[in-house]
């Protein structure tokens, strides 16, 4: 039997119920009767004719269970509405669109997509850190354009080999970007919240001076209030006119007016960007500029990495609802 509702079609069997407010694109890609799998019922506010706070407060005493993606907030209000939700399950690494503290004060718990994704983001942020160098799409342009024959040569890329590479935040993603650009004879530094005890990359405390310090930035930070606007005017002046930024977190963590204007000015030599501040909006500046590469917040996924999310996910899901220790617990 199919384990999917809405209001107007119920249940029919008792599984244990799990809220989602808006469609994820990975239930879509594996098929959720596969995610659900007979053990859960998947209550779906999207397919409702009702309004939310309806829809939430007629199905609130059964729901215990939230599952959600990157562009789903999961805000207090919500919550509010939800008295028996106790675990928040995400098919994102990144958690900004979670009321974390609000889940902390209510003890609701929070999983993650943990590092199901780390190698997907770490080759993409390589790939975007190689084309801005080598300028790999620009030339694509000049090419299809036809301004090979007409115009000549384009001019040459820079050299990734020797590249000093400033990671900022060395988790999971951090440390695979880390190891991929090693291999390419790159050497690293980092800044973190805290120094790795044993991690032999030089640390920086300051992200200004690990700037300073570095031809590349890449970001692989969460956003959190401490990280939002962290690369700024400062940090991007002290990466250089030859500096490149790589920014596969958020977009929110880079100060994106000011980036621009950077841009613009010439102050640093181009970006690769997978993240924006007001994602699908993208400064339109931006579009104009051969040194940048822009991807629409694709870094993160494969296919192919979607049957370990699949895992993870019911993995978590089973284990909150036997009163087990969550997979991918955030804040372990
Ligand atoms: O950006 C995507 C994620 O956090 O998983």
């Given at each position: ?103 902390r004060r209510r003890g609701i718990k929070v999983a993650n997509a943990g590092s199901v994704f780390s190698d997907d983001v770490a080759d993409f942020a390589a790939g975007l850190l190689i084309d801005v160098l080598r300028k790999v799409s620009a030339s694509d342009g000049y090419v299809r354009k036809g301004l090979w024959a007409t115009k000549g040569d384009y001019p040459l890329g820079s050299k990734l080999g ?171």
């Amino acid at each position: 039997m199919m384990a999917v509702s809405t209001d107007c079609h119920k249940a029919q069997q008792d599984f244990p119920k799990v809220l989602i407010l808006k469609p994820i694109s990975f239930l879509a890609h594996v098929g959720e009767r596969h995610v659900a799998s007979n053990k859960f019922t998947f209550l779906k506010a999207y397919e409702s004719s009702l309004p939310l706070h309806q829809f939430l407060s007629t199905h609130s005493p059964s729901i215990k269970a939230i599952l959600s993606s990157v562009g789903t907030p999961i805000t207090a209000d919500i919550l509010q509405l939800l008295p028996e939700v106790g675990v928040v399950v995400t098919t994102s690494v990144g958690l900004n669109q979670v009321d974390l503290p609000e889940c902390r004060r209510r003890g609701i718990k929070v999983a993650n997509a943990g590092s199901v994704f780390s190698d997907d983001v770490a080759d993409f942020a390589a790939g975007l850190l190689i084309d801005v160098l080598r300028k790999v799409s620009a030339s694509d342009g000049y090419v299809r354009k036809g301004l090979w024959a007409t115009k000549g040569d384009y001019p040459l890329g820079s050299k990734l080999g020797g590249k000093r590479i400033g990671i900022v935040g060395l988790g999971s993603i951090g440390f695979a970007v880390a190891k991929r650009l090693e291999a390419f004879g790159c050497s690293i530094s980092y800044n973190s919240r805290k120094r790795k005890p044993h991690v032999s990359y030089p640390f920086y405390e300051s992200v200004c001076e690990l700037a300073a310090n570095c031809d590349v930035l890449v970001i692989c930070c969460e956003l959190t209030d401490q990280t939002r606007h962290m690369i700024n005017k400062e940090v991007l002046s002290a990466l250089g006119k030859e500096g490149v930024i790589v920014n596969i977190g958020r977009g929110a963590i880079i100060n994106e007016k000011e980036m621009v204007q950077c841009l613009v000015q010439g102050e640093i030599a181009g970006a690769g960007l997978d993240v924006f501040e007001n994602e699908p909006d993208v400064p339109v500046e931006l579009f104009a500029m051969d040194n940048v590469v822009l991807s629409p917040h694709i870094a993160v996924f494969t296919p192919e990495s979607f049957l370990d999310l699949m895992d993870l996910v019911m993995g978590n899901l089973e284990a909150f609802f036997s009163n087990k220790p969550l997979l991918s617990e955030y804040g372990d």
